[in-house]
């Protein structure tokens, strides 16, 4: 009787040990690693580089527009017709990118406001660490 007392004390604490770490881990795993550095850092990093590449991008698309343009002011005939096609497609590309650069700062200042409320450092979404 004393035996299956003692095993019976150790199959408790075994068991509230065991869910002293599941517990422990549930909570660390509760906001996936959130409330860390690296991931505020990652997600604004990521959401910064959309928004330069989109930046870049617009102004390589508004300077091609412009030189199709002075170009096709040149032409006549069927040269022009297809340089202000060209402008056309590049007007459509532009106007997506833009649509993108939207989007991507939109989720960006949603970030924020999200690491606001969490009390996140904002240096933290710019991977500037203290």
């Avoid at 698309?61 to 199709?68: A, D, G, K, S, V």
């Amino acid at each position: 009787m004393l035996k299956n007392l003692f095993i019976s004390a150790v199959v408790a604490c075994a068991l509230v040990f065991v869910s002293g770490i599941c517990e422990a881990k549930s909570k660390k795993g509760e906001d996936g690693g959130k409330n860390d550095k690296e991931y505020w850092c990652k997600k604004g990093g990521g959401l910064r580089k959309q928004l330069d590449a989109a930046k870049a991008d617009i102004e390589k698309r508004e300077n091609r527009i412009e030189e199709l343009a002075e170009s096709a002011g040149k032409e006549t005939g069927s040269a022009r017709k297809n340089l202000l096609n060209k402008t056309k497609k590049e007007k459509t590309e532009l106007a997506a990118i833009r649509k993108k650069q939207r989007q991507a700062q939109a989720k960006l200042d949603d970030l924020e406001e999200k690491a606001h409320r969490k009390g996140v450092p904002p240096g933290w979404l710019r991977c500037q660490f203290e």
